[in-house]
C-alpha cells in the first residue's frame, strides 16, 4: 500500500518579519522545500502539503516538486482542523507520516527508521521518534488511527489520542537531534 506523507505548512506568520515557518531559510533551501524532497526521497506518496493563509509563498517555493497542497480553511481553529483537511486528501488505506515544518531537521535515516519499526511492530499503530527522551517529530501513524483523528474536535492536540492508544504508541529511540529542533530563529 506504502505510506503517505502530511506535511503541515498552515501557521500563522512567524515572529520574524511576519515570514511563515515554513518558508524560514534552512541550509541554502527553506523549511518546507527539505522536508518536502526528504518525503521524496523515502518514496512517500502521495505527498500533502496543507497550507493556510500563506498558500501563495509556499506553492511558489514548492513549484517543480511532485506534491498536492491542500487549502486548510479552518487554520486558525487549530492544529487539528488542518490535519483533518489533509486527512481528507490521502488515501485512507494508506499509513502516513506525519511532519509539521516548523520541525525540518529530522533526517531521512530517522524516516527509513520509523518504517523499518512500523514493519516489524504488529501491534503499535503510533510511532513517535525520541531523542534525549523527548518526542519528536515526524511521527508515523498506521492508516487506523485516521477516523480516530477525524472524529477529535478542531482544537484539540492530536496528543490527546495517545492515552487511548496505550501500549499501541510505540517510541522510537533515534540518535537524531533534529526530531526534537524547532525552526526558532532565521538563518543568518
Known amino acids: ?38 518525503c521524496l526521497s523515502r518514496g512517500l506518496d502521495p505527498i500533502v502539503v496543507v497550507v493556510g493563509p500563506h498558500r501563495g509563498p509556499v506553492a511558489r517555493e514548492l513549484r517543480g516538486l511532485p506534491v498536492t497542497l491542500v487549502d486548510s480553511e479552518r487554520w486558525y481553529e487549530g492544529r487539528t482542523a488542518s490535519v483533518k483537511a489533509g486527512l481528507e486528501a490521502t488515501p ?55 477516523a480516530d483523528v477525524l472524529d477529535l474536535r478542531n482544537d484539540a492536540p492530536l496528543r490527546s489520542l495517545l492515552p487511548e492508544f496505550g501500549v499501541q504508541v510505540r517510541r522510537v529511540a533515534v540518535d537524531d537531534a533534529g526530531v526534537v529542533a524547532d525552526v526558532d530563529t532565521p538563518e543568518p
Request: glycine share 12%; net charge positive.
Open 92 to 146: 485512507a488505506d494508506r499509513d502516513l507520516l506525519f511532519w509539521p515544518v516548523e520541525h525540518p531537521f529530522a533526517t531521512a535515516s530517522t524516516v527509513d527508521l520509523l518504517g523499518s519499526v512500523r514493519d516489524r511492530d504488529a501491534l503499535a499503530v503510533w510511532f513517535i521518534p525520541t531523542y534525549g527522551g523527548r518526542d519528536g517529530h515526524p511521527a508515523l501513524w498506521r492508516s487506523g488511527i485516521r
Open 1 to 38: 500500500m506504502g505510506t503517505a506523507a502530511l506535511l503541515l505548512s498552515d501557521g500563522e506568520p512567524g515572529r520574524f518579519g511576519g515570514v511563515p515557518k515554513a518558508l524560514m531559510p534552512l541550509r541554502g533551501s527553506t523549511a518546507v522545500r527539505r522536508v518536502a524532497e526528504v
